[in-house]
């Protein structure tokens, strides 16, 4: 009798995968409004509220085609939202095709009303930006700036035709509009160093802002547009082995006037520990008060924390003290608070909290066992942020006096096993070196007997797991897969390796990981013996498996330790470091006694010693991994009689943009895995 009630808990991957996902959400520029995207079985749309609940669909995208939405912003006067459709190219300037049609769709901006009536096309291309007055749209496109008048008065935008509004060297990124309109300005990447580009709208005329030997970026303008401020960094060395951590001048705060005259550095970070620049998540990194002030992340204490100084200069006060990071932050429309997400007081998650640009105690504004993220600051003082635990799938909510408001959004299906799915527990345990190491804990409800076990290792490298959906989509489709894996009777170890966000500076620059030496490597094997030493665990059945850098230590678990790990799953794993950088850098880098460090502490110099079977899986239009690593991999195994399943994705990218190849691959992987550990 037990064995059917178990049976008929059991779920499928399509159940579990089925929850929606809210995220990329924007306020509007008065902080009176929202938009948001979901993504509901592949179904891309964004949603909008004003007033801050009862958020509608205002898309009507209907097809698994793995042209995803994102890049939202809303017109002022909350009438319409603009937003890019579809996903950018790859370094031979091709746009991915998953749904390889003859001739692949291109990545496109779009304008929809707030009333939901039928998107208008704008124009190829990226970055959207809207001018304060409701009345143009900016973009880029392969790094050039285009611009079309827009009218959002009717039931409909009006869109003019697009034009290029100037042409110049190298490429731009990170536009943003003067207060008043009247000008553009731009991060201008040349290679190895980087212009701050103002383009006046009214004159026309192109400026740059102190030009100088280095790499400048991250403008941001006062609120009266009388001056604008940015990043400064040392440039790039002829040549520069990526191998070597050089010692450089440290970062830099700049300020100029608006026209880019009279440009002077206001502040430089000290020499050792915080000397290199650490952003923040958040698009913007510097923010401005009304009364003169600018806060911006820096790593001084070994954690990412903001700090604020008058932008006359001076000594910069530290706002958010304390053992933990700050990850994303907004200033409120009337620039006096931020807020921002934090892992204060909580390591393992994030929460919601607020500061004055002058200092004082933050105020948190959430706490509790789930997570929130991504906050946006509105007007009167309300905050919107996006709220998930190990049951709740990601959604959107508004905090207003204290309260937290859902602001609607697609509904969790009925399919979804929310009652069915474990609470993660928290763990930590000691790498063979003594390091502390975090990570989730997935135990069957089924607690009897021993289990199979699995140690899941995410990507990144430089990336946290939460004990609940995640603000990467990708990675709450893998927390799915880990909850899928424990309602199929498995113990599943989700570990927060070395070399990770989250714990401060050390852990995340950690000593020989990667290509210097796989330190990190020590992380996995300490966590295969915890699972080891578990009553609950078979220590014979133990299986690993992961994504991206997941994949490069589940390959190089089954390559050193096929002993332990009795099958794995590698989805576009590196499995050579050494041309794996070669092909970040376009050319062959690194002294023979560095290649031979990051040869060796790659999968494909313990080959000889693998003996486990394998699944293996990535689309060949990956822009993360290149698909060589796999041809590579696969080909050595095989020639070797290792048993080597594979599942390759034509024209599709590193993590898979339709839905339904995101199913196939995890939903065959994990039953392939599962019965090879069963």
Request: with cysteine.
């Amino acid at each position: 009798m037990l064995h059917v009630l178990l049976a008929a808990s059991l779920f499928t991957m399509s159940q579990v995968l089925s929850a929606p996902f809210a995220g990329d959400l924007t306020a509007s520029p008065d902080g009176t409004a929202v938009a948001f995207t979901a993504n509901e079985r592949g179904l891309h749309n964004v949603y909008f509220a004003s007033g801050m609940t009862g958020a509608k669909r205002i898309t009507a995208y209907s097809r698994d085609d793995g042209q995803i939405v994102g890049s939202l912003a809303i017109v002022p006067g909350d009438r319409a939202v603009v937003y890019v459709r579809g996903e950018g190219t790859n370094r031979r300037s091709e746009y991915p095709n998953p749904l390889s049609l003859p001739i692949p769709p291109k990545q496109t901006i779009w304008a929809v009303s707030a009333a939901g009536s039928p998107p208008v096309h704008i124009g190829e291309g990226y970055s959207p930006l809207v001018s304060p007055r409701g009345d143009r749209v900016v973009w880029l496109l392969r790094g050039q700036p285009y611009s079309a008048s827009l009218n959002t008065k009717g039931n409909s935008p009006q869109v003019g035709n697009p034009v290029r509004l100037f042409s110049i060297r190298g490429s731009l990124s990170d536009p943003v509009f003067s207060p008043d309109g009247s000008r553009l300005a731009f991060t201008n990447s040349r290679g190895d160093h980087s212009f701050i580009a103002i383009y006046d709208l009214g004159s026309r005329a192109l400026s740059y802002v102190a030009p100088y030997f280095a790499s400048d970026f991250a403008p941001a303008w006062s609120p009266d547009g009388k001056q604008i401020a940015f990043v400064r960094t040392p440039g790039t060395l002829e040549n520069e082995d990526p191998y070597v951590h050089y010692v450089k001048e440290p970062w830099s705060i700049w300020t100029a006037n608006a026209d880019g005259s009279s440009g002077r550095q206001i502040w430089q970070a000290d020499r050792g520990m915080g000397s290199e620049f650490y952003g923040t998540d958040s698009g913007a990194q510097l923010f401005w008060s009304g009364d003169g002030r600018i806060a911006f992340p820096w790593e001084k204490d070994g954690w990412r924390h903001l700090y604020s100084i008058s932008a006359s200069g001076g000594t910069a006060g530290l706002l958010t003290p304390g053992d933990f990071e700050v990850e994303n932050v907004s200033a409120s429309p009337d620039h006096s608070q931020l807020v921002f997400s934090s892992n204060q007081g909580d390591i393992d998650r994030r929460h919601i909290w607020s500061t004055g640009f002058a200092g004082g105690t933050p105020s948190q504004l959430t706490a509790g066992p789930d997570s929130q993220w991504t906050p946006v600051a509105l007007a009167s003082g309300i905050a919107a942020y996006v709220d998930a635990g190990y049951k709740n799938p990601p959604a959107v909510y508004v905090l207003h006096g204290g309260e937290a408001m859902a602001v609607g959004g697609p509904a969790v299906p009925s399919e979804f096993p929310a009652d069915a799915l474990v609470e993660p527990q928290l763990v930590t345990f000691h790498a063979p070196d003594g390091l502390l190491i975090h990570a989730q804990l997935f135990v069957p409800h089924d607690d009897a007997g021993k289990h199979c076990a699995i140690i899941f290792d995410h990507g990144g490298s430089q990336r946290q797991m939460l004990p609940g959906f995640h603000y990467l989509e990708f990675y709450t489709d893998l927390y799915e897969s880990n909850q899928y894996y424990a309602n199929h009777g498995c113990v599943v170890l989700s570990i927060n390796y070395r070399s990770g966000i989250m714990y401060g500076h050390d852990f995340r620059e950690a000593k020989n990981y990667g290509a210097e030496g796989g330190s990190e490597y020590q992380d996995v094997l300490a966590g295969a013996s915890f699972l080891q030493n578990r009553s609950d665990v078979d220590p014979s059945r133990i299986g690993i498996y992961g994504l991206s850098y997941g994949g490069y230590l589940t390959a190089l678990g089954l390559a050193r330790n096929s002993d332990i790990f009795k099958a794995g799953v590698d989805m576009a794993g590196v499995h050579n470091w050494a041309t794996t950088r070669d092909a970040d850098y376009g050319r062959a880098v690194g002294t023979p006694a560095e290649r031979k460090i990051a040869e060796d502490s790659s999968p494909v110099s313990a080959v000889d010693t693998w003996r486990s079977p394998v699944f293996m899986s990535q689309g060949d239009d990956d822009r993360n991994v290149e698909f060589s690593q796999g041809v590579d991999l696969a080909t050595r195994l095989r020639a070797k009689g290792v048993e080597v399943v594979e599942m390759v994705f034509p024209n599709e990218t590193h993590e898979n943009l339709r839905f339904a190849h995101v199913l196939q691959l995890y939903d065959t992987s994990a039953n392939w895995l599962l019965q090879k550990l069963k």
